[in-house]
């Protein structure tokens, strides 16, 4: 999901003096102040792509790259900030556009710093840290007037005892992340994960924080309303004089922040049509929101029609209303709120493969695949020849001793031979898990001569 580095360092230096009695108008000249990039240039519609942020943090001294710590150049230019001794998890957080609520939030750096000694001439600080040079949010969501511009900033957590190292802050952010973005649609995430999130919110959140930047407001796309930097740096640049009076040396700390938008990512396209070879299987591995599978999102919906659909599509029997056309376009609907257009689309073809066998036992499945809905299909170079409910003759509709016409071998009748209520042969039809308890007859049909 995201690429990075990280570093890990022990230094034992010689303390600097730290400054104290700061004003709060000095201390706010000391926070890492945003540089806006450029505009956003791609002109989208709505819930056309979904949007991510990616960061990059640099060290330059003298305007070059430089080894040296990250905690320390940190510790030198905002020394009316961090100057205590104990953990530091410096972060940067994803806030909505209209509040302060945090969406997301990475540990950028973790820091341990230790005075020893008595005097100031033998005092020594001990410094460790954890750094990620880059990274994407893990969270993208989709585009849209409402959303289309976040707020960012900088912040740091300190505690005098260790808490969380990057990994495990990183992990629980990411948790709280999820269930915030899934927990509007599913009754399970509301209910559990919710509770553990809040709580997790609290420990996160119990440190002593400060913001060490600016508030900036980025936008992923040109859409109606005001259009915010798709860009831009966090920027803390200063001089320090060495004991020894010689030149000064400059030291810069740069997050560089960079929204990105993707159209799609189920499937591969290429001039509006679907590229290579396409599996059912491969779009729902793919089809996921925030790494939960999309048909147990659906299963637990806190859209009542749409999880009573597919409790029964799981279940032995299926689904046996003849509102099976509505409850589907209910799903197609659900399925807007995490997708985009063209993903939607996607998804919604691999769910009727996923349970193709269950739908087909319903005499009005085709109305899941309405000329609306076949047409996007179609026009995207979907293929539905292996829905049986999508041919004018359904399985489920033709009576036992009926000839059944197969589009593989449409010269060719197929009668009834017999009825074999066979387990196997059900979880073999199926293709789904724990069908060995259940018992059902299907038609074994052999070629006539």
Not at 140 to 147: D, F, K, M, T, W
Not at 242 to 271: M, Q
Not at 313 to 326: C, P, Q, R, V, W
Request: include cysteine; glycine fraction near 6%; hydrophobic fraction near 40%.
């Amino acid at each position: 999901m995201f690429a990075f580095f990280r570093s890990a360092m022990t230094a034992i230096v010689p303390v600097t003096l730290l400054f104290t009695g700061f004003s709060p108008e000095a201390l706010a000249q000391q926070q890492l102040t945003f540089t806006a990039g450029k505009a956003p240039e791609t002109q989208i519609a709505p819930n056309a792509a979904y949007g991510t942020v990616r960061f990059r943090l640099e060290v330059l001294k003298n305007g070059r790259p430089t080894n040296d710590s990250l905690f320390r150049a940190l510790l030198d230019g905002l020394q009316g900030v961090m100057k205590r001794d104990g953990t530091y998890t410096v972060t940067v957080e994803l806030l909505a556009g209209d509040s302060d609520e945090v969406l997301a939030r990475r540990a950028l750096v973790t820091a341990e710093r230790k005075s020893q000694g008595w005097f100031i001439f033998n005092r020594q600080t001990v410094e460790k840290q954890a750094v990620e040079w880059y990274g994407d949010f893990p969270v993208s969501q989709l585009v849209a007037p409402g959303n289309n511009n976040l707020r960012i900033r900088v912040r740091s957590y300190f505690s005098e005892t260790a808490k969380f190292d990057m990994e495990t802050f990183n992990l629980l952010a990411g948790f709280v992340a999820k269930a915030k973005l899934l927990g509007a649609a599913n009754t399970v995430i509301d209910t559990a994960w919710k509770p553990i999130a809040q709580q997790i919110e609290g420990l996160l959140t119990s440190s002593q924080t400060e913001d060490i930047s600016d508030t900036a407001t980025l936008s992923f796309a040109k859409l109606d309303g005001n259009v915010h930097p798709a860009s831009g740096v966090f920027i803390r640049d200063y001089r320090l004089q060495p004991n020894d009076d010689g030149a000064s040396v400059r030291y810069t700390i740069r997050l560089v922040l960079e929204t990105r938008t993707s159209e799609g990512r189920v499937a591969n396209f290429k001039d509006g049509k679907v590229i290579g070879l396409i599996n059912w299987q491969d779009v729902l591995a793919a089809a996921r929101v925030a790494d939960q599978p999309i048909d147990l999102l659906l299963s637990n919906s806190k859209t009542e029609a749409v999880k009573k659909f597919f409790a029964d599509l799981n279940s032995t029997a299926g689904y046996k209303a003849d509102d099976i056309g509505e409850r589907c376009d209910r799903t197609y609907d659900e399925l807007a709120r995490h997708f985009t257009v063209t993903d939607k689309v996607v998804s919604y073809w691999a769910l009727l493969h996923l349970y193709r066998r269950k739908l087909a036992t319903n005499a009005l499945a085709k109305d899941c695949v309405g000329t609306g809905i076949r047409a996007q299909m179609t026009a995207i170079g979907l293929s539905l020849g292996d829905l049986p409910f999508t041919r004018d003759v359904t399985v489920a509709a033709a009576p036992p001793t009926a000839n059944i016409a197969l589009e593989s071998a449409p010269n060719v009748a197929r009668s009834v031979e017999k009825i074999v209520p066979s387990n196997s042969v059900v979880g073999s039809l199926l293709g789904e898990k724990d069908t060995s308890k259940t018992f059902q007859v299907f038609p074994i049909r052999r070629l006539a001569e």
